[in-house]
């Protein structure tokens, strides 16, 4: 089992940077495969970004190739999610997930999740 707690998120003018954070407790961080997600209102969850268990594998929503970038750290139970070129159509809540797959784009596949955190991007 693993505990999942996000941070980073915040208020942003488009065309900057915000850093998410997703720290994790419990055991075996680096066996599950992890990903962030996003729901705006209204809107279903999708998918933003996931990464394999060593970090050696990603994969990323078209809308956001190129401008973000996932990555971890498994010595410090971290996952990151950098996000660059921000616009205001990726204004939601960010939400940190742990699989026991090597790595999986379905949402369904994840387990564990964290609350979330606010994403809002100003035009």
């Known amino acids: 089992q693993v505990q999942l707690a996000e941070s980073g998120g915040g208020l942003v003018q488009a065309g900057g940077s915000l850093r998410l954070f997703c720290a994790a407790s419990?055991?075996?961080?680096?066996?599950?495969?992890m990903g962030w997600f996003r729901q705006a209102p209204g809107a279903e969850r999708e998918l933003v970004a996931v990464i394999s268990w060593s970090g050696g594998a990603s994969a990323y929503a078209d809308s956001v190739k190129g401008r973000f970038t996932i990555s971890r750290d498994n010595a410090k139970n971290t996952v990151y999610l950098q996000m660059n070129s921000l616009k205001p159509e990726d204004t939601a809540i960010y939400y940190c997930?742990?699989?026991?797959?090597?790595?999986?784009?379905?949402?369904?596949?994840?387990?564990?999740w964290g609350q979330g955190t606010q994403v809002t991007v100003s035009s």
């Open positions: 997930a742990a699989t026991g797959s090597i790595i999986s784009r379905d949402v369904d596949d994840y387990r564990y």
């Open positions: 419990g055991s075996n961080f680096r066996r599950y495969g």
